[in-house]
Each structure stands twice: as C-alpha cells, then as structure tokens.
C-alpha cells in the first residue's frame, strides 16, 4: 500500500513560484496515475492536473494551465507540481492523490461515486499580494 505526504507549501509574494512534493511510500509508486487538487476556505476541492503512471501525458485544469506544471520521478517516488506566477487567489491546502487509473483522478471532484484511492494530508499555501 503506498501512502502520500505533500511537502513545501508555504507563504510567498504574488507573482512568485513554489514547488510542491508528493512523496510515496512503498514501492509501487510507478503503478498509480497522481494528481494534484486543492481546497481554499470555504470552497469545494478543485482539481488542478493528473499524471499518468508513465508521466508521458499530463492533464490540467484550465485555471492553471499555463502556470502549473505536474511531473513525477519514479526513481525517487515522488511527484511534483510546480506552480508559477502565484495568485493571491492560489492560496488553498493543496492535496496530491493517487489512483492505479488516471479516470478517478480527473473526475474525482465532479463524479461523488469515483474517488482516488490514496489522499495525501495536503499542505498550505498562502500567497500574499
């Protein structure tokens, strides 16, 4: 069983980048598609981009593409999203997940019968203006 805890949240000036890390435990990281989503107070999980299993294919949410990047290094069981050109609107808990199929992953926020089998326990980020 692989289990996920998200690193480098923290506050930064708008404008400014930060790099999220999802590591797994266990070592079976390569057979699950992950992705990243976030919840800002007050406001539903959104989901912002999905890897697949390979990190040949990524998905993003339009309110980030452009400015978040998701990879993955199977090496070191870890994915990543780099996140540029932060907004103060940015500020949320961000959560990385993992499913062995990309599907729960992109409809997980929209489908209540599909979830992603793993959940980190998220990490903060706050952008001031």
């Known amino acids: 069983q692989v289990q996920l805890a998200e690193s480098g949240g923290g506050l930064v000036q708008a404008g400014g980048s930060l790099r999220l890390s999802c590591a797994a435990s266990?070592?079976?990281?390569?057979?699950?598609?992950m992705g990243w989503f976030r919840q800002a107070p007050g406001k539903e999980r959104e989901f912002l981009a999905a890897?697949?299993?390979?990190?040949?294919?990524?998905l993003y949410a339009d309110s980030v593409k452009g400015r978040f990047t998701i990879s993955r290094d199977n090496a070191k069981n870890t994915a990543y999203l780099q996140m540029d050109s932060l907004k103060p609107a940015d500020t949320a808990v961000y959560y990385c997940?993992?499913?062995?199929?990309?599907?729960?992953?992109?409809?997980?926020?929209?489908?209540?019968?599909?979830?992603?089998?793993?959940w980190g326990q998220g990490t903060l980020v706050t952008v001031s203006s």
């Open positions: 997940a993992a499913d062995p199929k990309l599907h729960p992953l992109v409809v997980a926020t929209t489908d209540t019968d599909t979830a992603p089998a793993l």
């Open positions: 266990g070592r079976t990281f390569s057979n699950y598609a």
């Open positions: 890897i697949i299993r390979g990190g040949g294919s990524q």
